[in-house]
């Protein structure tokens, strides 16, 4: 009998056991890796699904970046976090030598570049074939700018493997027809284009709000979507930031299908404040979802701030970018 009984009490401590295991086991697979504690959201190094571009010019991570002191340290750091991408505004500025160093590093890590810029049209040099405010318009003259900021452009981004270049067409004139300005844009485009296209590169164009830069001609996705139209060349194509678009259009679904078939990369940023995803308005998790199930597999670059530069606001800024992948199938 009283064997029988502890036989009975030993089979349900082992199957208590089981129990308890087999939902430790399931509650541990089922951990987001978002939910983690700040120390382990700072020490994942596990490659992110989607492709997140970390930008050199947006200020990302202050307190890491005190630790590096090259561009190689900064990749370096970027890899160790999951990404698998970097952009940088400032590309073009940069010694020869700086850029080399800066492909080779990413090379080596089998790094993909993002987007750099190559200018931003010289006030109303584009707009209004006005390379000087105060001269009368020269179109000969503009389009010869043009050709030869994109030829720069273009062997920058030969040595640093990158596909895209963004490009922003300039000011708004006021004393010209807005549909003339369009128009001028638009050679320039086919001009920029064309040489872009020969290198294999495609240019971007980036509309950029109005709150944020005041006075720049091209603000809306709609425009750079008839402008990519009227170009009618697939080395011209959009870079759609929703950072801007939410504060100039908003409907950031209905324009991003209004536009699909022009865009070629996304820069990601909340707002207000131009920070990382989930510091503002926007639903980043549906957002990217949408544009993920459409069939996107490009590049989103993290062009925003922090909004907090401390060590626990470099957790936040991961940890956003680890709930953005893990609602990614």
């Not at 082992?14 to 399931?26: D, E, N, R, V």
């Not at 190094?45 to 090259?70: D, E, I, Q, R, V």
């Not at 697939?234 to 209905?254: A, M, P, W």
Request: proline residues 3%.
């Amino acid at each position: 009998m009283q064997r029988r009984e502890f036989a009975k009490k030993t089979l349900t401590a082992i199957a208590a056991t089981s129990i308890l295991g087999t939902a430790a086991k399931a509650q541990s697979q089922n951990k987001s890796p978002y939910n983690a504690s700040d120390e382990e959201i700072l020490n994942q190094s596990s490659p992110f699904k989607c492709k997140f571009a970390a930008n050199y010019y947006g200020g990302l991570c202050f307190n890491a970046m005190k630790n590096c002191k090259t561009f190689e340290d900064k990749i370096q750091y970027y890899y160790d976090h999951g990404i698998r991408a970097i952009e940088d505004n400032n590309m073009l500025s940069r010694p020869v030598e700086v850029q080399e160093a800066i492909a080779k590093k990413m090379s080596q890590l089998g790094m993909e570049m993002g987007v750099f810029s190559s200018y931003g049209g010289m006030k109303f040099q584009m707009t209004a074939n006005k390379l000087d405010p105060k001269k009368s318009p020269d179109k000969a003259a503009s389009i010869e700018v043009t050709k030869q900021k994109m030829k720069d452009a273009v062997e920058c981004a030969k040595r640093v493997n990158a596909k895209w270049i963004t490009l922003v067409p300039g000011y708004i004139d006021p004393s010209f027809e807005t549909s003339y300005q369009m128009a001028n844009v638009a050679e320039h485009l086919k001009v920029a284009a064309d040489i872009c296209g020969k290198a294999g590169k495609t240019i971007v164009l980036e509309p950029l709000s109005f709150t944020a830069h005041p006075g720049l001609w091209l603000q809306k996705a709609s425009d750079a979507y008839m402008l990519c139209k009227a170009v009618n060349n697939q080395y011209c194509k959009i870079l759609f930031d929703v950072f801007h678009q939410q504060n100039t259009e908003g409907s950031l679904i209905r324009n991003i299908d209004a536009a699909w078939d022009e865009i070629a990369y996304f820069h990601l940023g909340d707002t207000p404040g131009r920070n990382e995803p989930f510091s503002g308005e926007i639903n980043f998790v549906n957002v990217i979802k949408h544009i993920h199930e459409k069939g996107y597999r490009g590049l989103y670059g993290m062009e925003h701030g922090m909004s907090d530069k401390s060590e626990a606001g470099e957790a936040k800024l991961w940890r956003a970018y680890r709930k953005i992948d893990a609602a990614i199938a």
